[in-house]
């Protein structure tokens, strides 16, 4: 156990419902990370937040997709009107956030199953 | 394009063997690297990091190496344990914020 934390561990939902994830950091992280990982696959970057500030969001994150961390401490990761292709892992990972390559932490993941 | 990856996709090795698991990138400017181990239905859980500067890099059991002359860099895990049996991904830190992860590699530890 990391200690980053992500709510619910998995979500099953009919295309066009909207669904919402949570992730808790590592408490004294102030960089926090999301990630989408397919079967198969490397998880590849969503986006990533500095304290409350979303610093950079990668062409993956279509306009469906919303991610904020209004207090700098928990995130939630929100997408609208689902499609099948929005079913993988999302990952949620922190860092201390002091400098530059440091270490990941990564929580269990929230699989989503959009039918 | 640039991006990190991996020769093999799986891996079986006897119970107490070592194990080497190979990666390969392509951006030369690349100057940290992470591998990373994920059990099934987990997160992936840091085991080792090496930055540009640094051929070798040991911890417990592991090794990593880095080759930045034919821009490689493997995984030497030492007397292989069924616990071991995970997917490893090697990833590159680029800018200081983002992982970019190779495809990843099945280890396998026959008992």
């Known amino acids: 156990d990391t200690g980053v934390s992500q709510d619910p561990r998995h979500k099953i939902t009919k295309r066009g419902q909207n669904v919402t994830f949570r992730c808790d950091p590592i408490s004294e992280h102030n960089r926090l990370y999301w990630y989408r990982q397919t079967l198969g696959q490397g998880p590849e970057f969503l986006t990533y937040f500095q304290n409350e500030a979303q610093l950079e969001k990668s062409r993956l994150l279509s306009d469906r997709f919303s991610a904020e961390r209004p207090k700098g401490s928990f995130s939630t990761l929100e997408i609208q009107r689902t499609e099948q292709g929005d079913s993988a892992m999302y990952l949620c990972?922190?860092?201390?956030?002091?400098?530059?390559?440091?270490?990941?932490?990564f929580g269990p993941g929230t699989r989503l199953l959009v039918l | 394009g640039e991006s990190v990856g991996l020769h093999l996709p799986t891996l079986s090795v006897q119970e107490g063997d070592n194990s080497i698991i190979n990666c390969a990138y392509s951006n030369s400017a690349s100057d940290y690297f992470i591998w990373y181990k994920q059990e099934s239905g987990k997160g992936p859980q840091f085991i080792i990091d090496i930055r540009s500067n640094m051929d070798k890099r040991q911890g417990q059991r592991v090794t990593v190496l880095l080759n930045k002359t034919v821009k490689h860099l493997s995984l030497q895990i030492a007397a292989t344990q069924p616990g071991d049996s995970a997917v490893y991904f090697c990833a590159e830190n680029r800018d200081g914020n983002k992982l970019v992860f190779g495809a990843g590699t099945i280890l396998r530890v026959k008992s």
């Open positions: 990972a922190s860092s201390l956030g002091g400098k530059p390559r440091e270490t990941q932490y």
